[in-house]
């Protein structure tokens, strides 16, 4: 069964730093697209990021361009999401998923149990 | 930006209710609609992929329909496990977006 543990979130005052990873498993984790999904405390789901299977194809959403950096490395099966000038509204529960492709396109079928980021001061 | 716009926001139901939930977009999207169940403090869980695909494991009381911008995702028999918040999210492009949620009570 595919396994996907998120760690790295913790209380970052505003305008600070953080950086989530999460730790890929039984699959093959070089082959499959990643996503970052965030919901902030009794709010809805917020797509936040993919990155390609080979790193060359990102995007963000509006919400966090410019801020946050998403990057992997095959080799250590591993996701990560640099988030820089934190701000209130990034507070949530950030998960990684993977998305499978079917019929050329990808949905998120595979998540993980998510971490938690809090900013405030 | 394609927005999905998704509705009842929530809905009371009774054990054994058959339950529809409507997920409208904002433009075409060629059946690349997905739904997830969500239950308080789990990770979210696929339900349905490619609009009406239900994905392995998920009981058959559940399923989905539609084509273009609208979509519905049924619950046949609401069985008390089913009690949970649902989202849809198109994946016809970046960004990928979710619609608001219908909690089912």
């Known amino acids: 069964e595919v396994q996907l543990v998120e760690s790295g979130g913790g209380l970052v005052q505003p305008g600070g730093s953080l950086r989530l990873s999460c730790a890929a498993s039984?699959?093959?984790?070089?082959?499959?697209?990643m996503n970052w999904v965030r919901q902030a405390p009794g709010k809805g789901l917020e797509w936040v990021s993919y990155?390609?299977?080979?790193?060359?194809?990102?995007d963000y959403a509006d919400s966090v361009k410019g801020r946050f950096t998403i990057s992997r490395d095959n080799a250590k099966n591993s996701l990560y999401l640099q988030m820089n000038s934190l701000r209130a509204e990034d507070t949530g529960v950030y998960y990684c998923?993977?998305?499978?492709?079917?019929?050329?396109?990808?949905?998120?079928?595979?998540w993980g149990q998510g971490t938690l980021v809090a900013v405030s001061s | 930006d394609i927005q999905m716009t998704q509705s009842p926001s929530s809905l009371s139901a009774s054990v054994g209710d058959r339950v529809t939930i409507t997920c409208r977009a904002s433009?075409?999207?060629?059946?690349?609609l997905a739904w997830y169940q969500q239950k308080p403090g789990e990770a979210p869980k696929l339900l349905l992929y490619?609009?009406?695909r239900l994905q392995s494991g998920v009981p058959s009381r559940f399923s989905g329909s539609g084509s273009g911008t609208d979509y519905t995702l049924t619950i046949s028999s609401l069985q008390p496990e089913d009690f949970a918040t649902y989202y849809c999210?198109?994946?016809?492009?970046?960004?990928?977006?979710f619609g608001q949620g219908t909690k089912v009570e």
């Open positions: 998923a993977r998305a499978y492709y079917y019929d050329s396109r990808g949905h998120l079928d595979s």
């Open positions: 039984k699959f093959p984790f070089e082959s499959f697209e």
């Open positions: 990155i390609s299977s080979s790193g060359s194809s990102i």
């Open positions: 433009q075409g999207i060629s059946n690349s």
């Open positions: 490619a609009a009406s």
């Open positions: 999210q198109h994946y016809y492009n970046s960004p990928r977006t």
